[in-house]
């Protein structure tokens, strides 16, 4: 009896001739990679090699030139984030696509459908179970940047694994993990493949393809090498065709020389935030290695020995002590999170590499750009770097070549020490080889190198002394063939001696309720709401002093008319809010207020009919909404810059503004003015709209899907288009709510002022942005909130006041305006710098 075979699986994932250039250059040249149901394809290459390239147009992020996509069978023309997501594809970056202002359940909510996190009382819940599944013990309201690198991983593996996908890609995902949440995500991993979801590993690490992989893909420069299943390819044909020769050896030869030689580093007693009594030596010749569980200290060490966080105890470089302020001078520091503290991410190779070494490049009193790019050229062609060019934005390089940037920067910089945290994170193999050769020939220069890294078998390999770090202390030193992986983890898992952190000596004897209650008062310090409290306490503190100077301060009158200026000035400065959320900023109000009037004062005159007033009103809003779009398609489409894109509106409007009335004219119909400044007592109706308004936005910024995606787009762009928000869009509906508010703002203004003038309005561009970043609003983008910037307003409408009951000369107007804005830009600066130390000193 004949048989027929079974009709062989869908692929799940079907990529055919995809090719893809960037500026001329090939990323992916005819690359084919087909994923079958329920397996783990291992992706391997080296740095640039197109791995995270070919991902990000499997997943919608990048358009591809050419090539066919189908997911389960079917061909798919058009692919974004979105409808990636809907097709059931989730990928976890190497470099996560988090929102750093917002918080973990904002994070939550703006990437995942609204059908996972659903409305109501479950919807916390539902957030505690994902982070949960991924062991990330973090509070949901929590702001993101407050989080450790890995913590930050492990909300992105949560985001992917809440879709429950049928194709999951993994990017390096287990770079900055511990080893117990590497072997909690391996579980979750086979535990997805067990019910059939197909998924994409990338990764440097051969070890893991090992462990979890199916079968392998492998490309280099663009093309593909070879695909083949994991049990029939080995280790050392797979090197072979990742870097296209082969590899003699991963690690080069070990410090050699007598183990009484001189002593070119010695640290005695260190003890300083999250460890204690830190004692190591080595010779010249030899790099130092620091191993533990990650979060145990060896980063705060490491940070403490690069000037950046302050300590007790002895360094001695070479026989001389050195301080800590010398070290921050002179060590060359490579974190492990390069994004955010090792990179300048919008400047260039060359830029970020020469920062450290200027004076290395000068020529009298100016710099030599011959000298620069000789020694820039050197540097980066022995630490075989791929750039388009010196001047290519650093952001464009691949993991592996930002941190050879990092590592040239270091070299530049003649650092008498070299600090390594994670060094070879992220980095393909070939990479990693070329990093370890460096170190070694820097430490046999004479430079003492230490390294730290959760890789015990990278420790194993490259460090000719080891410390072993639990909760702070040092559990275990190791020298020559005591460095081995098995001691390393026995050493660092055995260990019970006790955490020192100084919170925790703070916290001692304290009960979990005292902790739960500062942790809560230390989130509402870190949140946006804290402004609008200090500002509501100055308000009062003024007002009170003036009132003690002057009785007639809290009369009716005076009431009205601060409350009324408040109302324009609040309308404009809450359209100001949304442009200064979403990253930009809007130059243009001042003059938008100034010509919406002059066109009002056309058509709501004193003999004026009804229609005609109607039809001025709307006249201003139509101007209003296409100024609005004017502002956002320049941005957005023609690449503008916000401050060049809105600056060129300023000068387009305020021309209009003298063209449509060279003087003064048109006086405003009364009885309208009157409708709009009608007063409930002494409080204005247009006063209490105002603040109906502001309550609405505030409510929509935080819990509807408009705010979120408006302050993730000022967060972080990149990471917002990834989870699936339409940055242009939303920006540019962003700019016309800005010019709709100014519309309101314009209103207020033409009742007060009661005629054409096309002088008026002008002032208020550099108002509206004193009295947003008075509210704490950031000038970054991101972060915010309309209540702050009510606040903001009312206090610099309180200030000005201030000068006539005062009896103060105007100039005080314009010096108290710059105090308060000088002021807040401080006080926010000095609360970002402390979190972001807090941050990077968390595990």
């Known amino acids: 009896m004949p048989t027929t075979e079974a009709p062989a699986a869908v692929a799940t994932l079907s990529m055919t001739g995809i090719s893809k250039s960037f500026g001329g250059a090939a990323a992916l040249t005819d690359v084919s990679l087909e994923v079958l149901p329920g397996e783990v394809h291992a992706l391997l290459g080296e740095n640039g090699a197109g791995k995270s390239t070919l991902m990000n147009v499997a997943t919608?992020?990048?358009?591809?030139?050419?090539?066919?996509?189908?997911?389960?069978?079917e061909v798919v023309d058009v692919l974004d984030p979105r409808e990636a997501t809907r097709r059931g594809i989730a990928f976890v970056h190497q470099h996560p696509a988090v929102l750093p202002d917002m918080t973990v359940l904002e994070n939550l909510l703006v990437a995942l459908p609204a059908s996972i996190l659903p409305r109501g009382a479950s919807r916390l819940d539902v957030a505690h179970e994902l982070l949960a599944t991924v062991g990330l013990k973090v509070h949901l309201s929590d702001r993101v940047e407050t989080l450790s690198v890995a913590q930050k991983h492990l909300l992105e593996i949560a985001k992917a694994l809440a879709v429950k996908p049928s194709l999951l890609v993994l990017d390096e995902p287990t770079a900055p993990l511990g080893q117990d949440s590497v072997d909690m995500l391996f579980a979750l991993v086979r535990d997805f493949v067990a019910q059939g979801t197909s998924v994409v590993y990338i990764t440097h690490r051969?070890?893991?393809?090992?462990?979890l992989a199916d079968r392998v893909t492998v490309l280099r420069d663009g093309r593909l090498r070879a695909t083949a299943i994991v049990d029939e390819i080995s280790d050392r044909e797979l090197l072979?065709?990742?870097?296209?020769?082969?590899?003699?050896?991963?690690?080069?030869?070990?410090?050699?020389?007598?183990?009484?030689?001189?002593?070119?580093?010695?640290?005695?007693?260190?003890?300083?935030?999250?460890?204690?009594?830190?004692s190591i030596s080595a010779q010249r010749g030899e790099i130092i290695g620091v191993a533990g569980v990650v979060g145990n200290g060896q980063s705060d060490l490491l940070r403490a020995l690069a000037g950046l966080a302050s300590f007790d105890g002895a360094v001695e470089i070479e026989g001389r002590a050195v301080t800590g302020r010398e070290l921050l001078a002179r060590a060359a520091y490579l974190p492990a999170d390069r994004l955010s503290e090792g990179l300048m991410m919008r400047l260039s190779v060359r830029e970020n590499a020469a920062v450290s070494a200027l004076r290395r490049f000068r020529s009298g009193l100016l710099i030599s750009r011959k000298r620069e790019l000789g020694m820039l050229?050197?540097?980066?062609?022995?630490?075989?770097?791929?750039?388009?060019?010196?001047?290519?934005?650093?952001?464009?390089?691949?993991?592996?070549?930002?941190?050879?940037?990092?590592?040239?920067?270091?070299?530049?910089?003649?650092p008498v020490l070299i600090l390594a945290d994670e060094p070879t994170q992220g980095v393909d193999v070939g990479a990693r080889a070329e990093i370890y050769g460096i170190l070694r020939e820097v430490s046999a220069a004479g430079i003492p190198v230490i390294v730290a890294s959760s890789d015990a078998k990278e420790l194993e390999?490259?460090?000719?002394?080891?410390?072993?770090?639990?909760?702070?202390?040092?559990?275990?030193?190791?020298?020559?063939?005591?460095?081995?992986?098995?001691?390393?983890?026995?050493?660092?898992?055995?260990?019970?001696?006790?955490?020192?952190?100084?919170?925790?000596?703070?916290?001692?004897?304290?009960?979990?309720?005292?902790?739960?209650?500062r942790a809560s008062v230390r989130r509402f310090l870190q949140g946006d709401y804290a402004p609008p409290v200090l500002l509501a306490i100055v308000m009062l503190a003024l007002g009170a002093f003036i009132f003690a100077q002057n009785d007639r301060y809290l009369g009716d009158f005076n009431i009205s008319s601060m409350l009324l200026l408040t109302s324009a000035l609040g309308f404009i400065a809450m359209g100001q809010t949304i442009a200064l959320l979403t990253g930009g900023i809007d130059l243009s109000v001042g003059p938008l207020v100034g010509f919406l009037v002059v066109v009002g004062?056309?058509?709501?005159?004193?003999e004026s009919p009804?229609?005609?007033?109607?039809?001025?009103?709307?006249?201003?809003?139509?101007?209003?909404?296409?100024?609005?779009?004017?502002?956002?398609?320049?941005?957005?489409?023609?690449?503008?810059?916000?401050?060049?894109?809105?600056?060129?509106?300023?000068?387009?409007?305020?021309?209009?503004?003298?063209?449509?009335?060279?003087?003064?004219?048109?006086?405003i119909n009364s009885e309208v003015s009157r409708a709009i400044t009608t007063k409930l007592g002494p409080v204005p109706i247009a006063f209490i709209v105002l603040v109906l308004v502001v309550i609405g936005l505030e409510?929509?910024?935080?819990?509807?899907?408009?705010?979120?995606?408006?302050?993730?787009?000022?967060?972080?762009?990149?990471?917002?288009r990834r989870v699936g928000v339409e940055v242009n869009r939303t920006v540019v509906l962003g700019y016309v709510a800005t010019s709709a508010l100014t519309f309101l703002g314009a209103i207020m203004l033409m009742t007060q002022i009661g005629v054409g003038d096309p002088a008026q309005g002008v002032a208020y561009t550099l108002s509206s942005i004193t009295a947003v970043v008075l509210g704490g609003t950031s000038l970054l983008g991101g972060r915010g909130t309309f209540v702050g910037t009510l606040f903001g307003s009312m206090l610099l409408i309180q200030v000005l006041n201030a000068t006539v009951f005062l009896r103060l000369d105007q100039m005080w107007q314009y010096i108290l305006q710059g105090v308060l804005i000088l002021a807040a830009a401080i006080l926010y600066a000095i609360a970002r710098s402390k979190r972001r130390r807090r941050a990077t000193a968390r595990p």
């Open 699 to 720: 409510v929509a910024l935080r819990r509807t899907p408009w705010g979120w995606r408006l302050r993730a787009a000022g967060s972080d762009e990149e990471s917002a």
């Open 377 to 414: 050229g050197d540097t980066l062609g022995s630490l075989s770097v791929k750039a388009a060019s010196l001047d290519a934005p650093v952001s464009s390089l691949s993991g592996g070549n930002q941190q050879k940037v990092m590592m040239a920067r270091a070299l530049l910089s003649e």
């Open 601 to 606: 004062s056309f058509f709501i005159l004193n």
């Open 610 to 667: 009804t229609t005609s007033i109607l039809l001025g009103f709307a006249a201003m809003l139509a101007a209003s909404i296409v100024v609005g779009l004017v502002n956002g398609a320049l941005i957005r489409y023609v690449k503008f810059t916000a401050i060049a894109a809105t600056l060129t509106v300023y000068i387009a409007l305020q021309g209009l503004s003298f063209l449509l009335r060279p003087t003064a004219e048109g006086f």
């Open 240 to 278: 072979s065709l990742i870097v296209g020769r082969q590899l003699d050896s991963t690690f080069p030869p070990k410090f050699d020389g007598p183990r009484e030689g001189a002593t070119s580093f010695a640290a005695t007693g260190l003890t300083g935030p999250g460890f204690n009594e830190v």
């Open 206 to 211: 051969l070890a893991e393809v090992r462990e």
């Open 461 to 517: 390999g490259l460090c000719d002394t080891v410390i072993v770090m639990s909760r702070g202390h040092v559990v275990d030193t190791l020298r020559g063939a005591e460095i081995t992986e098995e001691r390393m983890i026995h050493s660092a898992v055995s260990s019970t001696t006790r955490t020192v952190n100084v919170d925790d000596v703070r916290n001692d004897g304290a009960d979990e309720r005292a902790a739960g209650r």
């Open 60 to 73: 919608g992020t990048i358009r591809p030139d050419r090539g066919i996509i189908a997911i389960g069978g």
